[in-house]
């Protein structure tokens, strides 16, 4: 959805649901992502309603392969088991 920003802005696409499928593996700034991208309710508010994430902890945790930031910054720690 980053990568295709423009094009969706530009075709007006609009959601209210964020559904994350094995967010377990995705590193917590990326989940920021698809919530960030989206334009305000034009009425006033935040048109997103509801993010759903489905994974599970205690498989796959995301991949960081820059050793500094696995280390110090604790990016290897998904948002998902984070509430967990």
Known sequence: ??????????????????????????????????????????????RLKRIILIGDHNQLPPVVKNMAFQKYSHMDQSLFSRFV
């Open 1 to 46: 959805a980053a990568l295709k920003r423009t094009d969706l802005v530009r075709l007006k696409f609009e959601y209210d649901n964020i559904l994350m499928e094995e967010a377990a593996q995705i590193l917590e700034i990326e989940t920021f992502i698809p919530m960030l991208l989206q334009n305000p309710d034009p009425q006033g508010g935040c």
